[in-house]
T-cell receptor, first 113, second 114 residues
């Protein structure tokens, strides 16, 4: 079936470097994508979203890029900090199913000093 | 954004019993959702709960096993019935943000069935 998946299960970066977390999606009809951050023992925290009619959206230290041609989504975190260590999930809306979300497998980001 | 709380935060239950998880939102929301997350894995949607209508269940989840209530615009419950060890998981509720597709999550309920 349709799925959302991540290229890398774990990512280790040094504090201060930029991080890039990737996500591939297979449903070309998805019209909305969200990145979530989940720290240990907590629920997912909304980071940033992007609609399918956009290529790029920026937030505070984060940027999401959407490439619809290759069905690829990425989350860029600038000047990564130890507090950014968490699991990151991408999620997409399901076409014709209202607001239900499909979640990807998750990437664990570890920021080392 | 909505602030969501869940009770209990964790529980250890015996097989064959049932547990009801409560989800409270600090504002009125149209849609609430229930997810299951195995440790170290992704989230799987169990059902969508809109106030005033029956919950909509995803493939693989049935009302007899996971009955859901949505009595008003700020509250929902999920019951895990006749539990088995396979039901051990983290159960999360979420609610729509009111201005789009974004969903905000509660802290989760960690359930262990022995």
């Amino acid at each position: 079936g349709e799925s959302v998946g991540l290229h890398l299960p774990t990512l280790s970066v040094q504090e201060g470097d930029n991080s890039i977390i990737n996500c591939a999606y297979s449903n070309s009809a998805s019209d909305y994508f969200i990145w979530y951050k989940q720290e240990s023992g907590k629920g997912p925290q909304f980071i940033i979203d992007i609609r399918s009619n956009m290529d790029k959206r920026q937030g505070q230290r984060v940027t999401v890029l959407l490439n619809k041609t290759v069905k690829h989504l990425s989350l860029q975190i600038a000047a990564t900090q130890p507090g950014d260590s968490a699991v990151y999930f991408c999620a997409e809306t399901r076409p014709n199913s209202g607001y239900a979300l499909n979640f990807g497998k998750g990437t664990s980001l570890l920021v080392t000093p | 954004s909505a602030v969501i709380s869940q009770k209990p935060s964790r529980d250890i239950c015996q097989r064959g019993t049932s547990l009801t998880i409560q989800c409270q939102v600090d504002s009125q929301v149209t849609m609430m959702f229930w997810y299951r997350q195995q440790p170290g894995q992704s989230l799987t949607l169990i059902a969508t709960a809109n106030q005033g209508s029956e919950a909509t269940y995803e493939s693989g989840f049935v009302i007899d096993k996971f009955p859901i209530s949505r009595p008003n615009l700020t509250f929902s419950t999920l019951t895990v019935s006749n539990m088995s060890p396979e039901d051990s998981s983290i159960y999360l509720c979420s609610a729509d943000g009111g201005s789009g597709y974004e969903q905000y999550f509660g802290p989760g309920t960690r359930l262990t069935v022995t």
